[in-house]
């Protein structure tokens, strides 16, 4: 069956989810904390005191869940590994953490279902960032000591794999807006953090080929689309630096060679000095991979202004615009708009949609979730994605976030994002009325009305 809305053949569709945010079983079978079992203990951090002690318990009910994902049609599956799992402390590696991954695998691969596995998605062991986190470049032997063992355990079997999971939020908002963890504001620090793990990515992809693994390897970055509020000079210039700040910042090294000039400048006041960079890196960190991540949930619409006192801008919410559950601009055509420059202004390698989704506020009622927000989000999206591939654009999957309702950081439980419902108390799990809907998806690899 050819009709206008199908899919290429091999086009990938999936379903993601992150360690902290599902497994709970923070202390068990030797994990220590991480960076965000601290700051979910930090007063005022987190929406609702709210921490991921528990979360969705995944950890002790991943056989459930993979029979879960079977039973909802999914194929693939993106999920991120816990580094205190697996170096709960300096030089200690942990075979409990791997076996958990190890029986993960397994009951994947028993449903047939391929994993997509992100290396780093923002779990820091404590341990590390009480030498200086990400802010030291140390980090970056750490992880890849971390990595080496990720590749040679599971290696073999993963086909696909994310060095890091949005480096942007990581940094900036880790170290330098403060509202993820470790929760602090220096932007010397954030833009240090940021090289940092940029140049782990490019490590992480060397070690990876010269181990011999033939699968796919690439960063995910999360990226937006953004226009000037006005035609005013100072609106496109505010506009010129958030771009600047959320997707140049991260794509033109790793696919250039070097950091915008426009930034550096705009960023030396508050750096100091660029001593943190050495020579050579710009070089590793100009690696690609095989594939790129991207992580799209909205546009921004930027205005010079004092909202953000570093970057001196502002967002703008244009007038009767719709919004998600996290208030965040509804705007499909800026993923299309985003894709195109990125084919335009950087590269062609395969482009994986490794996030996109949307909070809504769902309720559940005599066994339902009819969450039709999240279904026009998602077909509006896939509707851009299907306009991308027939322009002839590389895109070559698509996970859903999320798989479940999860800790949404710093709001706590507040914002759901799954397509399966999760009630907190009994840990119940309820399909909403989108997994069914994407099942169709799926099936027909083609957009469902
Ligand atoms: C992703 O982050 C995460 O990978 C995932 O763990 C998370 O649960 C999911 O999205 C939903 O939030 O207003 O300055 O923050 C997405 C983070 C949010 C980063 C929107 C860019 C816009 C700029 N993105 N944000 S700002």
């Given at each position: 069956?050819?009709?206008?809305?199908?899919?290429?053949?091999?086009?990938?569709?999936?379903?993601?989810?992150?360690?902290?945010?599902?497994?709970?079983?923070?202390?068990a079978?030797?994990?220590?904390?991480?960076?965000?079992?601290t700051?979910?203990r930090?007063?005022?951090?987190?929406?609702?005191?709210?921490?991921?002690?528990?979360?969705?318990?995944?950890?002790?009910?991943?056989?459930?869940?993979?029979?879960?994902l079977?039973?909802?049609?999914?194929?693939?599956?993106?999920?991120?590994?816990?580094?205190?799992?697996?170096y709960?402390?300096?030089?200690?590696?942990?075979?409990?953490?791997?076996?958990?991954?190890?029986?993960?695998?397994?009951?994947?691969?028993?449903?047939?279902?391929?994993?997509?596995?992100?290396?780093?998605?923002?779990?820091?062991?404590?341990w590390?960032?009480?030498?200086?986190?990400?802010?030291?470049?140390?980090?970056?032997d750490?992880?890849?000591?971390?990595?080496?063992?990720?590749?040679?355990?599971?290696g073999?079997?993963?086909?696909?794999?994310?060095?890091?999971?949005?480096?942007w939020?990581?940094a900036?908002?880790?170290y330098?807006v403060?509202?993820?963890?470790?929760?602090?504001r220096?932007?010397?620090?954030?833009?240090?953090?940021?090289?940092?793990?940029?140049?782990?990515?490019?490590l992480a992809?060397?070690?990876?080929?010269?181990?011999?693994?033939?699968g796919?390897?690439?960063?995910?970055?999360n990226?937006d689309?953004?226009?000037?509020?006005?035609?005013?000079?100072?609106?496109?210039?505010?506009?010129?630096?958030?771009?600047?700040?959320?997707?140049?910042?991260?794509?033109?090294?790793v696919f250039k060679?070097?950091?915008?000039?426009?930034?550096?400048?705009?960023?030396?006041?508050?750096?100091?000095?660029?001593?943190?960079?050495?020579?050579?890196?710009?070089e590793?960190?100009?690696?690609?991979?095989?594939?790129?991540?991207?992580?799209?949930?909205s546009?921004?619409?930027?205005?010079?202004?004092?909202?953000?006192?570093?970057l001196?801008?502002?967002?703008?919410?244009?007038?009767?615009?719709?919004?998600t559950?996290?208030?965040?601009?509804?705007?499909?055509?800026?993923?299309?708009?985003?894709?195109?420059r990125?084919?335009?202004?950087?590269?062609?390698?395969p482009?994986?949609?490794?996030?996109?989704?949307?909070?809504?506020?769902?309720?559940?009622?005599?066994?339902?979730?009819?969450?039709e927000?999240?279904?026009?989000?998602?077909?509006?999206?896939?509707?851009?994605?299907?306009?991308?591939?027939?322009?002839?654009?590389n895109?070559?999957g698509?996970?859903?976030?999320?798989?479940?309702?999860?800790?949404?950081w710093?709001?706590?439980?507040?914002?759901?994002?799954?397509?399966?419902?999760?009630?907190?108390?009994?840990?119940?799990r309820?399909?909403?009325?989108?997994?069914?809907?994407?099942?169709?998806?799926?099936?027909?690899?083609?957009?469902?009305?």
């Open positions: 069956m050819n009709n206008k809305s199908d899919f290429p053949s091999d086009f990938i569709w999936g379903v993601a989810t992150s360690s902290y945010q599902i497994e709970g079983a923070a202390d079978d030797g994990r220590t904390a991480s960076i965000w079992d700051f979910c930090t007063p005022g951090k987190v929406a609702g005191g709210d921490t991921g002690e528990r979360a969705c318990e995944h950890y002790y009910r991943f056989r459930e869940d993979v029979r879960l079977a039973d909802l049609g999914i194929k693939h599956y993106r999920f991120s590994i816990a580094w205190p799992r697996i709960p402390e300096k030089g200690k590696l942990n075979r409990e953490g791997l076996d958990f991954y190890r029986s993960l695998l397994n009951e994947l691969k028993e449903c047939g279902i391929q994993p997509l596995v992100t290396v780093y998605h923002w779990d820091l062991p404590q590390i960032q009480d030498e200086g986190g990400w802010t030291n470049r140390e980090a970056v750490h992880y890849m000591e971390y990595a080496r063992t990720l590749f040679e355990e599971f073999r079997e993963v086909p696909m794999w994310n060095t890091h999971n949005e480096p939020c990581a900036f908002l880790g330098g403060g509202v993820h963890a470790p929760g602090h220096n932007w010397r620090e954030a833009i240090a953090a940021a090289h940092h793990i940029l140049l782990s990515h490019g992809v060397q070690a990876y080929r010269e181990m011999g693994l033939t796919q390897i690439g960063i995910t970055l990226l689309h953004n226009d000037p509020a006005s035609d005013r000079e100072e609106d496109l210039e505010a506009r010129r630096r958030h771009d600047g700040y959320l997707n140049r910042w991260f794509l033109d090294p060679g070097a950091y915008p000039q426009d930034m550096m400048e705009w960023f030396l006041p508050h750096v100091g000095e660029y001593d943190f960079i050495q020579p050579g890196d710009l590793t960190i100009h690696e690609p991979g095989d594939l790129l991540g991207i992580n799209y949930y546009r921004g619409v930027i205005r010079s202004g004092t909202g953000h006192s570093m001196l801008t502002d967002y703008v919410l244009p007038e009767n615009s719709e919004v559950d996290m208030g965040w601009e509804i705007h499909p055509e800026s993923l299309h708009r985003l894709m195109q990125l084919r335009k202004d950087y590269t062609s390698i482009i994986f949609i490794t996030e996109n989704g949307a909070a809504t506020k769902d309720v559940l009622e005599n066994g339902k979730v009819e969450d927000g999240r279904i026009r989000y998602v077909k509006a999206h896939l509707e851009q994605s299907l306009k991308f591939i027939r322009d002839g654009g895109l070559k698509y996970y859903l976030w999320s798989f479940l309702d999860n800790f949404e710093a709001f706590g439980y507040e914002k759901r994002f799954g397509m399966v419902h999760v009630d907190y108390e009994t840990q119940v309820t399909p909403k009325a989108s997994a069914y809907w994407y099942r169709d998806v799926m099936r027909r690899n083609g957009i469902a009305d």
